[in-house]
Protein backbone atom coordinates (compact mmCIF):
# COMPACT_ATOMS: atom_id res chain seq x y z
CA UNK A 1 0.00 0.00 0.00
CA UNK A 2 1.69 3.29 -0.67
CA UNK A 3 2.40 5.87 1.78
CA UNK A 4 -0.33 7.95 2.85
CA UNK A 5 0.54 11.77 2.55
CA UNK A 6 2.21 13.30 5.23
CA UNK A 7 0.39 16.63 7.14
CA UNK A 8 1.64 18.92 9.60
CA UNK A 9 -0.57 21.35 12.18
CA UNK A 10 1.39 23.90 13.57
CA UNK A 11 0.47 27.12 15.99
CA UNK A 12 2.24 30.15 16.76
CA UNK A 13 0.54 33.03 18.46
CA UNK A 14 -2.56 31.90 18.34
CA UNK A 15 -5.74 31.22 21.29
CA UNK A 16 -5.87 27.75 20.09
CA UNK A 17 -9.67 28.51 18.38
CA UNK A 18 -8.04 27.19 15.48
CA UNK A 19 -7.17 23.92 16.82
CA UNK A 20 -10.27 23.34 17.77
CA UNK A 21 -11.81 23.94 14.42
CA UNK A 22 -10.56 21.28 12.94
CA UNK A 23 -11.58 18.87 15.78
CA UNK A 24 -14.55 20.15 14.95
CA UNK A 25 -14.83 18.52 12.11
CA UNK A 26 -16.42 15.76 14.39
CA UNK A 27 -17.10 12.70 12.55
CA UNK A 28 -15.23 13.94 9.26
CA UNK A 29 -11.98 14.09 11.10
CA UNK A 30 -11.80 10.27 10.90
CA UNK A 31 -12.08 10.49 6.84
CA UNK A 32 -8.90 13.04 6.91
CA UNK A 33 -6.89 10.91 10.03
CA UNK A 34 -7.71 7.51 7.42
CA UNK A 35 -6.47 9.30 4.41
CA UNK A 36 -3.61 10.99 6.14
CA UNK A 37 -0.49 10.17 7.88
CA UNK A 38 -0.47 13.69 10.96
CA UNK A 39 3.57 13.85 11.74
CA UNK A 40 3.04 17.56 13.80
CA UNK A 41 0.28 18.40 15.52
CA UNK A 42 1.46 19.67 19.02
CA UNK A 43 -1.65 20.28 20.41
CA UNK A 44 -3.06 16.98 20.08
CA UNK A 45 -0.01 14.53 20.09
CA UNK A 46 3.33 14.43 21.37
CA UNK A 47 6.17 15.13 18.83
CA UNK A 48 9.40 16.97 19.20
CA UNK A 49 10.99 19.51 16.44
CA UNK A 50 13.94 17.39 16.08
CA UNK A 51 11.99 14.37 15.07
CA UNK A 52 10.51 16.89 12.26
CA UNK A 53 13.75 18.26 11.83
CA UNK A 54 15.30 15.00 10.80
CA UNK A 55 12.52 14.57 7.96
CA UNK A 56 14.10 14.80 4.51
CA UNK A 57 12.68 18.03 2.77
CA UNK A 58 9.41 18.43 0.98
CA UNK A 59 8.28 15.46 2.51
CA UNK A 60 5.25 16.89 4.31
CA UNK A 61 2.64 17.26 1.89
CA UNK A 62 1.38 19.68 3.39
CA UNK A 63 1.71 22.07 6.55
CA UNK A 64 -1.43 23.84 8.26
CA UNK A 65 0.03 27.20 9.97
CA UNK A 66 -2.18 29.35 12.71
CA UNK A 67 -1.34 31.80 14.73
CA UNK A 68 0.23 35.06 14.07
CA UNK A 69 4.26 35.23 14.56
CA UNK A 70 5.79 37.76 17.75
CA UNK A 71 9.01 35.24 18.44
CA UNK A 72 12.15 34.29 16.99
CA UNK A 73 10.86 30.28 17.76
CA UNK A 74 7.24 30.98 15.46
CA UNK A 75 10.21 32.21 12.80
CA UNK A 76 12.45 28.89 12.91
CA UNK A 77 9.57 26.28 13.30
CA UNK A 78 7.47 27.81 10.36
CA UNK A 79 10.84 28.57 8.39
CA UNK A 80 11.39 24.57 9.37
CA UNK A 81 8.16 23.95 8.11
CA UNK A 82 7.97 25.61 4.77
CA UNK A 83 11.73 23.65 4.32
CA UNK A 84 9.72 20.19 5.30
CA UNK A 85 6.34 20.76 3.44
CA UNK A 86 5.48 20.77 -0.62
CA UNK A 87 2.45 23.19 0.49
CA UNK A 88 2.01 25.69 3.41
CA UNK A 89 -1.79 26.62 4.21
CA UNK A 90 -1.92 30.06 6.25
CA UNK A 91 -5.11 28.65 8.82
CA UNK A 92 -6.87 31.38 10.01
CA UNK A 93 -7.43 35.49 10.61
CA UNK A 94 -4.03 35.36 13.15
CA UNK A 95 -1.54 33.83 10.40
CA UNK A 96 -3.63 35.48 7.40
CA UNK A 97 -3.34 38.53 8.79
CA UNK A 98 -1.95 38.65 12.90
CA UNK A 99 -5.04 38.49 13.71
CA UNK A 100 -6.00 39.84 17.29
CA UNK A 101 -2.65 39.41 18.57
CA UNK A 102 -1.33 42.30 15.95
CA UNK A 103 -3.45 44.48 17.30
CA UNK A 104 -0.25 45.21 19.83
CA UNK A 105 1.69 46.87 16.65
CA UNK A 106 0.05 49.81 18.17
CA UNK A 107 2.40 49.48 20.58
CA UNK A 108 6.17 49.73 20.95
CA UNK A 109 7.68 46.69 22.00
CA UNK A 110 8.95 48.30 25.22
CA UNK A 111 5.15 49.90 26.20
CA UNK A 112 3.83 46.67 25.97
CA UNK A 113 6.96 44.52 28.27
CA UNK A 114 6.97 47.73 30.83
CA UNK A 115 2.89 47.21 31.28
CA UNK A 116 3.03 43.77 31.40
CA UNK A 117 6.08 43.24 33.55
CA UNK A 118 5.86 46.92 35.48
CA UNK A 119 2.44 48.51 35.43
CA UNK A 120 -0.59 46.34 35.07
CA UNK A 121 -2.41 46.43 37.95
CA UNK A 122 -2.45 42.48 38.65
CA UNK A 123 1.54 42.77 38.38
CA UNK A 124 3.06 42.51 41.84
CA UNK A 125 7.20 43.18 40.82
CA UNK A 126 8.87 45.27 42.98
CA UNK A 127 12.24 44.66 41.16
CA UNK A 128 10.75 45.34 37.62
CA UNK A 129 12.29 41.50 36.74
CA UNK A 130 11.58 41.32 33.07
CA UNK A 131 12.53 37.81 31.33
CA UNK A 132 16.02 37.25 29.99
CA UNK A 133 17.19 35.43 26.86
CA UNK A 134 19.26 33.59 28.56
CA UNK A 135 19.86 32.52 32.50
CA UNK A 136 22.43 30.23 33.88
CA UNK A 137 20.65 27.96 37.05
CA UNK A 138 22.77 25.89 39.21
CA UNK A 139 25.41 25.28 35.86
CA UNK A 140 21.97 24.78 33.50
CA UNK A 141 21.55 27.44 30.71
CA UNK A 142 18.18 27.91 29.95
CA UNK A 143 16.93 30.68 27.05
CA UNK A 144 13.56 31.91 26.08
CA UNK A 145 12.74 33.09 22.88
CA UNK A 146 12.92 36.80 21.54
CA UNK A 147 9.91 38.87 21.77
CA UNK A 148 10.07 40.49 18.06
CA UNK A 149 9.35 44.19 17.67
CA UNK A 150 6.09 43.38 15.73
CA UNK A 151 3.88 40.76 15.35
CA UNK A 152 3.49 39.71 11.10
CA UNK A 153 0.98 37.57 9.26
CA UNK A 154 2.33 34.09 8.37
CA UNK A 155 3.20 35.67 4.57
CA UNK A 156 5.43 38.20 5.88
CA UNK A 157 7.48 35.46 7.25
CA UNK A 158 7.73 32.80 4.22
CA UNK A 159 5.90 32.48 1.44
CA UNK A 160 2.40 30.44 1.94
CA UNK A 161 0.37 28.80 -0.90
CA UNK A 162 -3.33 29.06 0.31
CA UNK A 163 -5.22 30.49 3.04
CA UNK A 164 -8.02 29.79 4.66
CA UNK A 165 -9.99 32.50 5.81
CA UNK A 166 -11.76 32.89 9.38
CA UNK A 167 -11.44 33.28 13.14
CA UNK A 168 -11.28 30.06 12.73
CA UNK A 169 -12.20 29.11 9.38
CA UNK A 170 -15.54 27.35 9.85
CA UNK A 171 -15.56 23.27 9.46
CA UNK A 172 -17.28 23.19 6.04
CA UNK A 173 -14.48 25.62 4.67
CA UNK A 174 -11.52 23.10 6.07
CA UNK A 175 -13.23 19.68 4.64
CA UNK A 176 -13.39 21.10 1.09
CA UNK A 177 -9.78 22.48 1.22
CA UNK A 178 -8.54 18.91 2.79
CA UNK A 179 -10.89 17.14 -0.24
CA UNK A 180 -9.55 19.65 -2.64
CA UNK A 181 -5.76 19.10 -1.54
CA UNK A 182 -6.23 15.45 -1.43
CA UNK A 183 -7.42 15.31 -5.01
CA UNK A 184 -5.01 17.48 -6.29
CA UNK A 185 -7.82 20.10 -7.01
CA UNK A 186 -6.36 23.18 -6.23
CA UNK A 187 -7.23 26.74 -7.68
CA UNK A 188 -3.98 29.03 -8.51
CA UNK A 189 -1.18 29.15 -5.85
CA UNK A 190 -1.86 32.31 -3.65
CA UNK A 191 -5.74 31.83 -3.68
CA UNK A 192 -7.64 32.42 -0.55
CA UNK A 193 -9.97 29.33 -0.04
CA UNK A 194 -13.36 30.75 0.50
CA UNK A 195 -15.66 32.83 -1.84
CA UNK A 196 -14.43 36.06 -3.58
CA UNK A 197 -17.44 37.86 -3.17
CA UNK A 198 -18.96 40.63 0.28
CA UNK A 199 -20.26 38.79 2.90
CA UNK A 200 -23.17 41.16 2.20
CA UNK A 201 -24.18 39.17 -0.67
CA UNK A 202 -24.49 35.94 1.04
CA UNK A 203 -26.38 37.72 4.31
CA UNK A 204 -29.97 37.05 4.57
CA UNK A 205 -30.50 40.74 5.51
CA UNK A 206 -29.26 42.11 2.15
CA UNK A 207 -32.34 42.95 0.78
CA UNK A 208 -33.03 45.59 3.26
CA UNK A 209 -29.91 47.46 3.21
CA UNK A 210 -30.57 50.75 1.87
CA UNK A 211 -28.03 52.35 -1.01
CA UNK A 212 -27.80 55.43 1.24
CA UNK A 213 -27.71 54.27 5.04
CA UNK A 214 -27.60 57.66 6.16
CA UNK A 215 -25.92 57.04 9.25
CA UNK A 216 -26.87 59.74 12.24
CA UNK A 217 -25.37 57.31 14.78
CA UNK A 218 -23.05 54.62 15.67
CA UNK A 219 -24.63 51.81 18.43
CA UNK A 220 -23.21 49.29 19.88
CA UNK A 221 -25.09 45.82 20.14
CA UNK A 222 -25.99 45.94 24.17
CA UNK A 223 -27.48 49.41 23.32
CA UNK A 224 -30.18 48.46 21.08
CA UNK A 225 -33.01 46.35 20.55
CA UNK A 226 -31.61 44.43 17.61
CA UNK A 227 -34.13 43.81 14.67
CA UNK A 228 -33.40 40.15 13.41
CA UNK A 229 -34.51 40.92 9.80
CA UNK A 230 -32.99 44.33 9.02
CA UNK A 231 -29.72 45.09 8.03
CA UNK A 232 -27.71 45.69 10.70
CA UNK A 233 -25.61 48.70 9.44
CA UNK A 234 -28.84 50.28 8.68
CA UNK A 235 -29.57 49.96 12.47
CA UNK A 236 -26.31 51.92 13.07
CA UNK A 237 -24.42 48.35 14.07
CA UNK A 238 -20.49 48.46 12.79
CA UNK A 239 -21.07 45.55 10.84
CA UNK A 240 -17.86 44.49 8.84
CA UNK A 241 -20.08 42.63 5.75
CA UNK A 242 -19.52 45.40 3.20
CA UNK A 243 -15.61 44.50 3.52
CA UNK A 244 -15.45 41.24 4.62
CA UNK A 245 -14.99 38.30 2.71
CA UNK A 246 -17.88 36.12 2.17
CA UNK A 247 -17.92 31.94 3.00
CA UNK A 248 -18.89 31.77 6.65
CA UNK A 249 -22.75 31.65 5.47
CA UNK A 250 -22.96 35.13 7.43
CA UNK A 251 -22.85 33.25 10.74
CA UNK A 252 -23.05 36.30 12.75
CA UNK A 253 -25.54 38.26 11.33
CA UNK A 254 -27.71 34.66 11.35
CA UNK A 255 -27.11 35.05 15.04
CA UNK A 256 -28.50 38.93 15.59
CA UNK A 257 -24.71 40.00 15.73
CA UNK A 258 -22.61 42.44 13.38
CA UNK A 259 -19.64 40.67 11.22
CA UNK A 260 -16.52 41.84 12.65
CA UNK A 261 -14.31 41.12 9.42
CA UNK A 262 -12.67 37.87 10.36
CA UNK A 263 -12.47 36.47 7.00
CA UNK A 264 -10.27 39.33 5.79
CA UNK A 265 -11.28 41.06 2.71
CA UNK A 266 -12.37 39.89 -0.73
CA UNK A 267 -9.54 39.98 -3.53
CA UNK A 268 -10.35 43.17 -5.00
CA UNK A 269 -10.13 45.29 -1.51
CA UNK A 270 -6.66 46.10 -0.46
CA UNK A 271 -6.87 47.15 3.35
CA UNK A 272 -10.33 45.91 5.02
CA UNK A 273 -10.48 48.71 7.12
CA UNK A 274 -9.81 51.62 4.70
CA UNK A 275 -12.25 50.00 2.65
CA UNK A 276 -15.15 49.85 5.53
CA UNK A 277 -14.40 53.30 6.25
CA UNK A 278 -14.63 54.56 2.44
CA UNK A 279 -17.68 53.02 2.01
CA UNK A 280 -19.35 53.32 4.85
CA UNK A 281 -18.38 57.31 5.90
CA UNK A 282 -19.25 58.49 2.86
CA UNK A 283 -23.10 57.69 4.24
CA UNK A 284 -22.95 59.69 7.31
CA UNK A 285 -26.00 61.67 7.31
CA UNK A 286 -24.64 64.82 9.06
CA UNK A 287 -22.43 67.14 6.83
CA UNK A 288 -21.16 69.53 9.57
CA UNK A 289 -17.78 68.04 10.90
CA UNK A 290 -19.02 68.70 14.60
CA UNK A 291 -21.82 66.63 13.89
CA UNK A 292 -19.89 64.27 12.05
CA UNK A 293 -17.48 63.79 14.80
CA UNK A 294 -20.28 63.12 17.07
CA UNK A 295 -21.58 59.95 14.93
CA UNK A 296 -17.94 58.73 15.28
CA UNK A 297 -17.56 58.81 18.95
CA UNK A 298 -20.31 56.04 18.70
CA UNK A 299 -17.42 54.27 17.76
CA UNK A 300 -14.67 54.42 20.86
CA UNK A 301 -11.93 52.23 19.70
CA UNK A 302 -11.54 52.61 16.06
CA UNK A 303 -8.50 50.60 15.59
CA UNK A 304 -9.78 47.54 16.86
CA UNK A 305 -13.02 47.87 15.18
CA UNK A 306 -11.87 48.49 11.93
CA UNK A 307 -8.73 46.14 11.90
CA UNK A 308 -9.73 43.86 14.31
CA UNK A 309 -7.96 41.06 12.53
CA UNK A 310 -5.91 42.83 9.84
CA UNK A 311 -3.59 45.14 11.67
CA UNK A 312 -0.33 43.38 10.38
CA UNK A 313 -1.96 43.71 6.89
CA UNK A 314 -2.96 47.45 7.31
CA UNK A 315 -1.00 50.15 4.93
CA UNK A 316 -1.36 52.52 7.46
CA UNK A 317 2.20 53.31 9.33
CA UNK A 318 3.60 50.73 12.21
CA UNK A 319 5.61 51.08 15.22
CA UNK A 320 8.54 49.21 14.90
CA UNK A 321 10.50 49.45 17.38
S1 LIG B 1 -7.76 33.02 13.98
FE1 LIG B 1 -9.16 33.23 15.76
S2 LIG B 1 -9.49 31.09 16.44
FE2 LIG B 1 -7.63 31.10 15.14
S3 LIG B 1 -5.92 31.37 16.57
FE3 LIG B 1 -6.50 33.42 15.84
S4 LIG B 1 -7.94 34.20 17.42
FE4 LIG B 1 -7.80 31.96 17.68
S1 LIG C 1 -24.03 45.08 6.44
FE1 LIG C 1 -24.07 43.23 7.69
S2 LIG C 1 -26.23 42.85 8.16
FE2 LIG C 1 -26.13 44.32 6.46
S3 LIG C 1 -26.30 43.02 4.61
FE3 LIG C 1 -24.09 43.35 5.05
S4 LIG C 1 -23.51 41.57 6.30
FE4 LIG C 1 -25.75 41.68 6.33
Known amino acids: MPDKPKVAFYWCASCGG ?28 DFKKADVEARPDKSIAVAFINGAIRTSEQEEWVRMLRRKAQMVVSFGACANSGGIP ?7 KEEILKYVYEDCPGVDNPSKTRPQLETVDQGRTVTLPEFRNMVRSLDEVIEVDYYLPGCPPTPKLISAAVGAILAGKLPPKGTVLSPDNSLCEECKRKDSKPADLALAEFKRPHQVHIDPEKCL ?7 MGPA ?22 SSR ?36 TFYRYGLSKCILRRKLN
Open 233 to 239: LAQGLVC
Open 244 to 265: TRAGCEARCPEGNMPCTGCFGP
Open 18 to 45: CEEAVVDLAEDILKVVEAVDIVLWPVAM
Open 269 to 304: VRDQGAKFISSVFSNIAPKEEKDIDAVLDGIPDPIG
Open 102 to 108: ALANQFK
